[in-house]
């Protein structure tokens, strides 16, 4: 299985927006559900949002009405606009498939945020 391609990071002040997306070259992300991950500097990664195949979502609480999950099945994309930023939210993004864990990829490089006060 090959990474997937996440797109969209950079250095923006706290209050600040950032769109990501995620690629999949070569293959089709329908049918599998699909979570963007955040690793802040030193910590452990963690799940902040997720949406189903359906196009049903779901974001981690530190993130609600703040980000929000979208999918584009014509260019197999999915994205994560991310609003009012802040300094907690600084870390590497990453996406991935959820769901069938049989689908999942290897993690990629992901994409750099990183928010001033």
């Known amino acids: 299985q090959v990474p997937l391609v996440e797109s969209g990071g950079g250095l923006v002040q706290a209050g600040g927006s950032l769109r990501l997306s995620c690629t999949a070259s070569g293959s089709d992300l329908g049918g599998n559900d699909m979570g963007w991950y955040h690793q802040a500097p030193g910590k452990q990664r963690e799940l902040v949002a997720t949406?189903?195949?359906?196009?049903?979502?779901n974001v981690a609480d530190s993130v609600v009405g703040r980000f929000t999950i979208s999918r584009d099945a014509y260019t197999n994309t999915v994205s994560l606009q991310m609003n009012n930023l802040r300094p907690e939210d600084t870390g590497v993004y990453y996406c991935?498939?959820?769901?069938?864990?049989?689908?999942?990829?290897?993690w990629g490089q992901g994409t750099q945020v990183t928010i001033s006060s």
């Open positions: 949406i189903t195949s359906r196009g049903y979502s």
């Open positions: 991935n498939v959820v769901r069938p864990l049989r689908n999942r990829r290897p």
